[in-house]
């Protein structure tokens, strides 16, 4: 089968498509996947870079894991996984054949020490979706019953961008009637927050840059402030109408950490999941201490968040946002291009070649 496989640590260069790949075989209670789509995500750039260094080297090569072993290499990774199953391992229902599914990122064990019996990740701990076929386990698979949505709209709505920032908004307590400022709102992740802030009924300000705002207002978004202003903390608070914000949404990092925590009001959370623009920050203390604020992190979710967000795909309350689609051989592209950051939305991988999207059967 077709396959982009990663060899190891390191650049583009670690990252080949090849076409002799053996087709995987489902294990007792998984199934295989053929692969319409899978999304581009933040995780497979840093993964292959090994730049989640570590707690005591904060420079040190390291998968998402940070202090156990790292992955093992090649990989295939991949992790928002949609397509058709049509390949039953032992112990499996019959009625699984031919659905159509959407696959949590996440792998959960109960008897894993992480929050929430994270185990680990596709495309990481496993082989994930840029490849013709994937296998998974049942107890991760979606039925996708929305057919207006094609694989690539699915891919989209995935869970490494609406899992994580459903477990942001919850990690963070957001109420209804709150007001939300979500950085990076531009993205993957940050479009999902936007929507699903939202839909708890709060009030949204989204920072991003000029050419976006469009996409992020149409995602829901109260107010879009532009994220390189000259004075961001003055236009936000015009934003907010003088006052500041109760929760700060962060996928961005770097030198911004330090405004949005200047931003929040008395009692106010700070949660992030990202550190794009630099993942060493400083803090005042004083800030931290004298306003009472929560700092909060945030990675992936739960398998109940998952769950929830299969019933909001398929009851069609959730807006797909498609930056740019690539076939797998660009896929060197697609990454170069979702690093640029230049368009709004998700990047995603076409990985069927045969005119299928998903909802032709």
């Not at 397509?83 to 990122?105: F, K, N, Y």
């Amino acid at each position: 089968m077709r396959a982009a496989v990663t060899s190891g640590f390191g650049g583009p260069e670690r990252l080949e498509v090849r076409d002799d790949v053996a087709v995987p075989e489902p294990a007792a209670g998984e199934v295989l996947v053929e692969v319409g789509a899978c999304c581009c995500n933040n995780s497979d750039i840093w993964l292959r870079e090994g730049a989640y260094g570590r707690e005591g080297d904060p420079q040190a090569q390291a998968g998402w894991l940070r202090d156990v072993e790292p992955p093992r290499f090649p990989l295939i990774q991949g992790a928002d996984i949609v397509g058709r199953v049509v390949e039953l391992g032992a112990d499996v229902q019959a009625g699984w054949l031919d659905r159509r599914v959407l696959v949590d990122h996440t792998l959960h064990d109960a008897a894993s020490e992480e929050p929430y019996g994270i185990a680990g990740i596709f495309g990481s701990e496993r082989d994930g979706g840029f490849a013709e076929y994937a296998t998974a386990p049942v107890k991760s698979l979606g039925v996708i019953e929305a057919d207006e949505l094609s694989d690539v709209q699915v891919a989209a709505l995935g869970s490494a961008s609406f899992v994580t920032a459903m477990r942001m908004l919850e990690r963070a307590r957001l109420a209804q009637d709150e007001l939300v400022l979500i950085a990076g709102a531009s993205g993957g992740v940050g479009t999902a927050a936007v929507q699903l802030a939202k839909l708890r009924g709060a009030r949204v300000i989204a920072l991003a840059d000029p050419g976006k705002h469009d996409a992020v207002r149409a995602c829901g978004a109260d107010a879009v402030v532009a994220s390189r202003a000259d004075d961001l903390q003055h236009a936000v608070r015009a934003a907010a109408d003088g006052r500041g914000v109760d929760v700060a949404v962060d996928v961005v990092g770097g030198p911004l950490f330090s405004t949005l925590v200047a931003l929040l009001r008395p009692l106010g959370r700070y949660v992030t999941v990202g550190a794009v623009a630099g993942p060493v920050v400083e803090l005042d203390l004083r800030t931290l201490y004298l306003k009472h604020l929560d700092l909060l992190g945030s990675t992936l979710g739960t398998v109940e968040d998952f769950r929830e967000l299969v019933d909001l795909i398929n009851q069609g309350k959730l807006t797909p946002v498609v930056a740019e689609t690539y076939a797998l051989e660009d896929i060197h592209a697609a990454q170069a291009a979702f690093t640029e950051k230049k368009a709004a939305g998700n990047f995603v991988i076409r990985v069927a070649r045969d005119g299928r999207d998903g909802r032709d059967g």
